[in-house]
């Protein structure tokens, strides 16, 4: 039964792949926002089924005891199946060989079993491991809209505050390399010639050597703590791990986010956009912005990339006061130059007369448009975010103390994740300054 399983979901990573690739190609809006939709229900429904997978036993092969000896190993008369082994959960719900026909409520099934696992290892003082998948993805594993709720003592919901986590996060090249301790990805630089006329005979054929680099991204520990009340203990497994989880991952994933941008590349840190090394991103490719005027966006876009493509897949990273000042730029006729299309974290910059720029938001960048940037900060990028890539090299591991602030009746959370980052592709991004 665990091979049917794994069956659907190689089905459903090769559609994930198909999605992925269709994205890539296409430069409509409004077909990128419902590929993108789709990719969001697709990526928890394969969440959904590793978990379930994980837990499955190994099929029985044929021929073989579906049980321990001397525990009912005999297939009862009319089951015509071999039995789940006595003691054993059936993480299918089947029973007597009759196998369930909706598989996506039998591993939502087995998903909640699993947190609500989760939740009592978390009470019980013990590390609770979340795979390396549900890491690059915002939501993880949903199950229902579930809050804090223990009746006649909270309000039974909790307002949640605004977005903290860029969505670059999501949008980068997440790689997973389980017990990996460095990722090595080699790049090819253009070449500096072309074919060329030999005019005699015997002479040497033009010279067109092609030039490749690498970088090696090490493991780097990404840490988070925070401190919830004993109180909130009380509350079902599956709503406790829940709320731990994702207070912790929501840190992690903040912290990823903005060193994506600026990780200084020191030992034991992410290699960020704006300080990616020369030999990935010449300094020489920079590009210096005074102020943000109706220039601008046609200046990062035709100073992207090579010199015989405009490249439609890039992407614009910027602060937010910076997507404002795009938005108050105004025409002769007084009318808004460019219009803003947002989706949350990201969205286009698009008007009448031009095309359309994605953009996504990234609090890490600092702001041309604001007086105390200082000159030659690096404010924005802009290029197409696979070409960073960031290996994820072990799960996120949660775990829980109540003996710091016993006093106070607060109980103490730490997890931590090895990960790492940095630009991969020759020019990858083009970095824009303040002038």
């Known amino acids: ?123 019980e003082g013990k590390a609770a491991v979340y795979p390396m998948g549900e890491l690059p993805i915002a939501r993880s594993i949903t199950i229902d809209t579930v809050g804090l709720v223990v009746p006649n003592q909270y309000s039974d919901t909790i307002n949640p505050s605004f977005n903290e986590v860029s969505s670059i996060v999501d949008l980068v090249s997440a790689i997973p390399m389980p017990n990996g301790e460095t990722y090595t990805k080699g790049f090819e630089k253009p070449m500096t010639a072309s074919g060329a006329y030999t005019t005699t005979d015997g002479n040497d054929y033009a010279t067109t050597d092609p030039e490749y680099d690498y970088v090696t991204i090490a493991k780097t520990a990404i840490t988070a703590y925070t401190e919830i009340s004993k109180q909130a203990s009380k509350l079902p497994n599956v709503n406790y791990q829940s709320m731990c989880s994702d207070t912790v991952r929501k840190a992690l994933r903040k912290k990823l986010a903005r060193e994506i941008m600026v990780g200084d590349g020191e030992a034991g840190h992410f290699t960020g956009i704006f300080n990616a090394p020369a030999k990935v991103i010449p300094v020489a490719s920079d590009i210096e912005i005074e102020e943000i005027d109706a220039d601008t966006l046609d200046t990062i876009v035709f100073g992207y990339g090579g010199d015989e493509d405009v490249e439609a897949a890039a992407y614009l990273i910027l602060n937010k006061a910076d997507l404002a000042a795009f938005a108050a730029i105004r025409g002769n006729d007084g009318k808004r130059l460019y219009k803003i299309v947002t989706k949350g974290n990201t969205g286009t910059i698009s008007s009448d007369d031009s095309f359309a720029v994605n953009y996504v938001i990234n609090s890490a960048c600092p702001a041309i448009s604001s007086g105390t940037t200082a000159a030659s900060t690096y404010c924005m990028a802009y290029g197409v975010l696979k070409y960073y890539e960031m290996p994820v090299f072990s799960d996120i591991s949660i775990e829980m103390s109540k003996d710091y602030k016993f006093k106070q009746g607060m109980t103490s959370y730490a997890g931590e994740t090895y990960s790492g980052g940095n630009v991969v592709a020759y020019k990858g991004f083009v970095r824009i300054k303040k002038a």
Request: a negative charge; charged letters at 30%; zero cysteines.
């Open 1 to 123: 039964m665990k091979s049917k399983f794994l069956a659907m979901l190689a089905k459903m990573e090769a559609r994930k792949k198909e999605l992925g690739d269709k994205a890539t190609a296409s430069t409509d809006v409004a077909e990128l926002r419902g590929i993108t939709a789709d990719l969001d229900k697709l990526n928890i429904e394969i969440a959904e089924m590793r978990s379930a997978i994980a837990e499955m036993p190994e099929d029985v092969p044929a021929g073989a005891s579906a049980a321990p000896e001397g525990r009912g190993a005999e297939i009862p008369e009319g089951r015509g199946a071999a039995q789940v082994p006595q003691g054993t959960l059936n993480p299918i719900g089947t029973y007597g060989g009759q196998q369930g026909e909706n598989t996506k409520s039998e591993a939502r099934s087995v998903a909640i079993k699993i947190l609500e696992q989760r939740g009592a290892d978390l009470k």
